[in-house]
């Protein structure tokens, strides 16, 4: 599905991946977080093969689909404690901070089966914030945001990105960011 | 700070098992349908206790084993549909440790719980009081190979739109020698004679499939995530 495709990523760059439909845009993000193996090429983290680093790449990304994997049944302080949980040692007042800082504190007690579907993205970001990883692997991370959230969320790339972060990021529109940001066209 | 094995096969246990208690329906499910199909026995075929009595190991067996796999398909199956499967697989642990976690929670929902109500459903079927120690035992011993088999298939049929179908299909056939020794066991001790075979082949069945199914159940995964 993909061929030629080379990139590399530096701290505090970000990556801005684009293209029509079915060029290929998650399969990359699959292929770089380790999900896919590419038939061909390796993807490299600090030079080392991805494969002979896995735990410490792993620790390292944040990768966010376009399913949330979220469980409708939790509520989403309890979805954060069990995802973040498994990558570091967490205290639910620093995952009541990342929700709080993605505006959904005030939901963090409720079932996510009634958040509505931006509420849902949000619970994300604040998962993604709470790992703390050096890599943020975001699969079209603006949909169902409304303008306030699409703000806050390029505000939270920006910072993310200035703070030494790296991000890779598949989204249709123009981001606007006070950060860097590099782009990378897929074609068919 | 790093997680490690225990701790994260732990929190992925306490996940389960939340999750399990907010859904009661599908906790219960199993359990009201084993209920169920060892009362239609004596129902359906009129017979003398005693009759019945030799009937009851194969009957508590098969419906057992049915109703384990009735939880199977969700194992991994809700994990897949909503992602979270590929976050368990990105979360810095390996995925065997996850999966060893999964389907320990599992039995812990369906297979202890099935043991537990056994003593209700035997009385019920007239098997003696005294025979209860073997019974729970080769249930026990049953139920936890039956999880490990169930979670090779879940793992091959996760990725299939109906794949409860041939879940059933790939596990039924090797769940038959639980069958055969499970019920052997139980209807040793049922006539009173040493039952003791038949709980050793159990436990050996028990102890390789822990052993090898969590890395096979693994590479059925990767091929699904893949």
């Keep these: 599905m993909l061929k030629g495709v080379s990139l590399d990523l530096k701290p505090r760059e970000l990556m801005h991946i684009r293209g029509p439909n079915g060029t290929g845009k998650t399969t990359l993000l699959r292929v770089i977080c380790g999900l896919l193996r590419p038939e061909q090429g390796r993807v490299a983290w600090f030079g080392e093969s991805i494969a002979s680093v896995r735990a410490e790449y792993q620790s390292a990304l944040a990768y966010a689909s376009h399913e949330p994997a979220l469980k409708a049944d939790l509520t989403p302080l309890e979805n954060l404690r069990f995802m973040v949980g498994l990558k570091r040692r967490v205290t639910l007042p620093e995952l009541r901070q990342s929700l709080e800082r993605t505006g959904v504190a005030a939901c963090a007690d409720l079932p996510v089966r009634v958040l509505s579907a931006g509420q849902r993205r949000r619970v994300v970001m604040a998962r993604v914030l709470a790992v703390r990883a050096t890599l943020w692997l975001l699969d079209e991370p603006f949909t169902n945001l409304d303008s306030a959230g699409s703000d806050l969320l390029s505000a939270l790339l920006a910072e993310h990105v200035n703070d030494g972060g790296l991000a890779l990021v598949v989204a249709h529109h123009d981001l606007q960011l006070a950060a860097a940001v590099r782009r990378l066209e897929l074609s068919e | ?226």
């Design chain 2, 1 to 226: 700070m790093k997680v490690g094995a225990w701790q994260a096969m732990t929190l992925v246990v306490r996940r389960e098992l939340c999750l399990s208690f907010r859904r009661p329906e599908q906790l219960l499910q199993p359990l009201v349908f084993f209920l169920i199909v060892t009362t239609l026995f004596p129902l359906g075929l009129s017979l003398q206790l005693s009759a019945l009595r030799d009937m009851a190991p194969g009957v508590l067996w098969v419906a057992a084993l049915l109703s384990s796999l009735l939880s199977l398909d969700s194992l991994f199956k809700s994990d897949a549909d909503d992602g979270t499967l590929e976050q368990l697989a990105l979360s810095g642990q390996g995925l065997t440790v996850i999966v060893i976690a999964k389907t320990l929670a599992h039995w812990l929902v369906s297979g202890a719980a099935l043991v537990l109500v056994s003593p209700l459903v035997a009385t019920a079927l007239g098997i003696p009081p005294e025979a209860f120690a073997t019974m729970l035992l080769s249930l026990g011993l049953g139920t936890l190979t039956l999880s490990w088999l169930g979670a090779i298939g879940a793992g091959l049929t996760v990725g299939l739109r109906r794949g409860n179908v041939l879940l059933s299909l790939i596990v039924l056939p090797l769940a038959m020698p639980l069958l055969i020794f499970g019920a052997g066991a139980t209807d040793h001790a049922v006539s009173g004679t040493s039952a003791a075979g038949a709980l050793y082949f159990l436990a050996a069945l028990c102890v390789f499939t822990c052993t090898l199914a969590p890395f096979a159940a693994t590479a059925a995964l990767r091929i699904t995530l893949d």
